[in-house]
Nanobody, 123 residues
């Protein structure tokens, strides 16, 4: 059974940085597409970034492109989201999930969601 656990969230000032981690259980992690999404109360969960199984290809939402970097360490069954130049509008609960195919951006194409980690950016 696949289980994903996010960590690394917290409170940071605008312009600061955080690195989120998502550790997965499952022997076939290295073959998975992985994605990060975020959600604020009252809004739909939105795509942030995804990464192909090898880590060679990545995809980003326009709102985070150039500021966020997704990466993975298959030896550690972990995917990361490095977030730089954070803005108050980045405040959300961040989730990782397993994708059905690379560059999928719809939540319907992802499963095995983690519990989420809160990121709060103060102005």
């Amino acid at each position: 059974q696949v289980q994903l656990v996010e960590s690394g969230g917290g409170l940071v000032q605008a312009g600061g940085s955080l690195r989120l981690s998502c550790e997965a259980s499952g022997r076939t992690f290295s073959s998975w597409v992985m994605g990060w999404f975020r959600q604020v109360p009252g809004k739909e969960r939105e795509f942030v970034a995804s990464i192909i199984w090898s880590g060679v290809s990545t995809d980003y939402a326009d709102s985070v492109k150039g500021r966020f970097t997704i990466s993975r360490d298959n030896a550690k069954n972990t995917v990361y989201l490095q977030m730089n130049s954070l803005k108050p509008e980045d405040t959300a609960v961040y989730y990782c999930a397993r994708g059905r195919y690379y560059a999928a951006r719809s939540i319907r194409e992802y499963d095995n969601w983690g519990q989420g980690t809160q990121v709060t950016v103060s102005s």
